[in-house]
């Protein structure tokens, strides 16, 4: 019996901690300035007058949100004045940014010689109106405070009514729960509370956010894991959302919830427990995305920190220009010519000028979005190199063009020197990269890359390689061979014709008969010809030696032969 009186006495202290709490858990609203100008009411007056109505909203159970934060916002927003935010849009959005949950849009009209008062609510949430209210009086400035005065009445009147009704539900969960704590048994007290608590919750004359706090209030008595507790949690879902606070660097992104436009940063959103997929974009920067898990009656905080994809633009000059730019950083490749200018996305780079002659130069850069770089550089000409060109057998002509860094260049877009000399040649190049070719007469065409240092010796060797002629061996066993094939082919043809013949012939086309005859006479010859042709080509092609085999162990036409028994003079041939 102790133990129970005491567990009574616990409950109703909580009871008394969460009344007081709920107490001061009253709407945030932004208060506007009353719109006025055009009725003649001077600005001074329409402050007064603003600052009473948020006065006396106080009173009646709102929190108002102070009206100095209302004006720093909006001149952080470059707004000249305060004044200007009479359109709805620019009060719900700035709203939004205070964190308020409610705006008040008021405004005074001048009809005649009375002056009429009316003042909106918005629900922030819903971005739709909740309340409005009305008022009429004179327009000297005793009559308008009784106007304000009004206007504040109506408007507090369903927040006191909602307050009231509070305090009653809460009184009669309050004895229930001091009946139920003479059960004994906890599971059967759990049973009866959840039956009054369950028609309380369905009750919708209790405001939403009383009949969610006698939902915690539950589920903190009894426990999470237990049966009622899981149906009380699960409308506490319903009837009581978590809040979205999103922010964003820089500022101003624009955000969606599950592919829906909400609003820019900063915002705060209220939503039903669950999973929401959140996604921040601006104009010049990294869109962001993420998933974010909202819990009821809690505040779930995201700051999306965007990389800043607005370009820069980078300025690259030389003495002397002309020179080629080389620009490296991440995946981008950028290649050009000094005076060179380009927007390039903003990030470091590497940075390379080169030109023939001249030490090439290495910059890191880093480029700033929506800034100019500008790096003039004079280039450090290089002395002179010597290149020593040997060639074996000497005697081969020389000639060069001017190679890219990497010592090739199409071969469309070379520009050869004339000829050089002959070697073995020593000459003076600039710097740089270059192709060398070599031409001998009997001889094979040679290229090859070399690099000139300034100041430096560079010596190439390069072993030239004979040109020999095809040889005869070689050149009829094509002639035969490919001759046999187009005899074969003609073959073919004559086959085809002969046949079309014979049977015209047999078709009754007695002059077919002898053009029958004539193309097999032309068949046979063809490919008996052209067989022995493919054959002999074949075995020519297949066994004569190599060109330079031939070309060196051959017999000259004209030929002194040394024998035993002296001298042979011999005219021999090419067989």
């Known amino acids: ?157 369903p927040q006191k009514a909602a307050n009231k009704q509070s305090a009653k539900v809460m009184s009669d969960f309050e004895k229930e729960l001091r009946r139920t704590q003479k059960l004994v048994e906890k599971q059967e007290r759990e049973k009866k509370t959840w039956d009054t608590l369950s028609k309380m919750v369905e009750n919708p004359q209790i405001p939403a956010s009383t009949r969610a706090q006698l939902l915690q209030k539950f589920i903190a008595e009894f426990g999470k894991d237990k049966a009622y507790s899981k149906k009380a949690y699960a409308k506490l879902v319903e009837l009581l959302p978590g809040k979205l606070i999103v922010d964003s660097e820089p500022r101003k992104a624009q955000i969606k919830v599950n592919g829906v436009a909400i609003g820019k940063t900063p915002i705060e959103l209220e939503y039903k427990a669950g999973e929401y997929r959140v996604e921040s974009s601006l104009n010049g920067f990294e869109t962001r995305d993420q998933v974010l898990s909202v819990n ?174 095809m040889n005869p061996y070689k050149k009829w066993g094509h002639i035969a061979f490919w001759s046999g094939v187009g005899l074969a082919a003609l073959g073919g043809i004559a086959m085809s014709q002969g046949m079309a013949a014979a049977s015209d012939y047999k078709a009754g086309d007695v002059d077919a008969r002898d053009s029958s005859q004539t193309w097999a006479g032309v068949m046979y010859g063809s490919f008996g010809v052209g067989g022995a042709l493919l054959v002999s080509g074949a075995v020519l092609w297949a066994m004569s030696p190599g060109d330079q085999q031939w070309q060196e162990s051959r017999i000259p036409k004209l030929a002194a032969i040394p024998t035993a028994d002296g001298i042979v003079f011999s005219l021999g041939g090419r067989w």
Not at 119 to 138: I, N
Not at 388 to 399: D, H, L, N
Not at 438 to 464: C, H, M, N, W
């Open 296 to 469: 009821p009656g809690k505040v779930t905080k995201q700051i999306f920190v965007m990389k800043d994809l607005r370009p820069g633009v980078l300025i690259l000059d030389s003495q002397p220009r002309g020179a080629k730019v080389l620009i490296k950083g991440g995946e981008n490749v950028i290649r050009g010519k000094t005076p060179f200018s380009r927007q390039v996305e903003s990030g470091d780079y590497q940075v390379e000028i080169n030109k023939y002659g001249y030490a090439s130069v290495n910059r890191e850069v880093s480029l700033k979005a929506t800034q100019e770089t500008k790096i003039s550089l004079v280039l450090k000409e290089l002395p002179p190199g010597e290149m020593v060109i040997k060639t074996q057998p000497p005697g081969a002509m020389i000639s060069w063009a001017k190679a890219t860094s990497g010592g090739s260049k199409s071969k469309s877009k070379l520009v050869w020197n004339k000829t050089q000399g002959e070697t073995p040649l020593n000459t003076e190049m600039r710097s740089g990269p270059y192709l060398v070719r070599t031409s001998k007469p009997g001889y094979a065409d040679v290229t090859r890359s070399v690099q000139v240092v300034g100041g430096q010796k560079t010596e190439i060797s390069i072993s030239l390689l004979r040109d020999y002629p």
């Open 1 to 157: 019996m102790k133990r129970q009186m005491v567990s009574i006495f616990l409950a109703l202290l909580s009871l008394s901690a969460f009344w007081q709490t709920h107490a001061a858990e009253r709407p945030i609203v932004a208060v506007f300035e009353i719109e006025g100008h055009e009725s003649g009411i001077k600005k001074k007056l329409l402050t007064n007058l603003t600052n009473f109505l948020a006065a006396k909203l106080t009173e009646g159970g709102y929190q108002v949100i102070p009206q100095a934060q209302i004006r720093h916002r909006l001149r952080n927003q470059k707004n000249t004045s305060y004044q200007e935010c009479f359109e709805q849009n620019c009060q719900i959005e700035i709203g939004r940014e205070l964190a308020a949950q409610k705006s008040l849009s008021s405004r005074i009209m001048k009809i005649g010689n009375r002056c009429q008062l009316t003042a909106t609510l918005y629900d922030l949430r819903k971005s739709a109106a909740e309340q409005a209210a009305t008022a009429r009086g004179k327009c000297d400035e005793d009559s308008l405070l009784e106007s304000v005065e009004k206007l504040a009445l109506k408007l507090c009147a």
